[in-house]
Nanobody, 119 residues
Framework: QVQLVESGGGLVQTGGSLRLACAAP????????MGWYRQAPGKQRERVAS???????NYADTGKGRFTISRDNTKHTMFLQMNTLKPEDTAVYYC?????????????WGQGTQVIVSS
């Protein structure tokens, strides 16, 4: 069983910062594209940012330059630094790992960590 463990969520005031972390098994972390997604109640889950095993980074429009994704290969941990948080950033943030092979597509999710930005 692949377990992705998010941490770092919490309650923060508008304009504050949070740093999310996702720990993954080394075999997963080194071979999968890692990404952050978020989902607010009643809304679709949306991608925030992703980082490949080669270090390639891709940001979605959400976050508007306020978020920074990174990875620590030694600790097998992916981070999301969120600055200048807004109430609309309130959501459950999920860690994702995915990989496409010739025989199977792998797509794993963490349990999520709640981010609440108060107005």
């Amino acid at each position: 069983q692949v377990q992705l463990v998010e941490s770092g969520g919490g309650l923060v005031q508008t304009g504050g910062s949070l740093r999310l972390a996702c720990a993954a098994p080394g075999s997963i972390f080194s071979t999968h594209v890692m990404g952050w997604y978020r989902q607010a109640p009643g809304k679709q889950r949306e991608r925030v940012a992703s980082v490949g095993s080669d270090g390639s980074i891709n940001y979605a429009d959400t976050g508007k330059g306020r978020f920074t994704i990174s990875r620590d290969n030694t600790k097998h941990t992916m981070f999301l630094q969120m600055n200048t948080l807004k109430p609309e950033d309130t959501a459950v943030y999920y860690c994702n790992a995915r990989r496409i092979t010739w025989v199977k597509n792998y797509n794993y999710w963490g349990q999520g960590t709640q981010v609440i930005v108060s107005s």
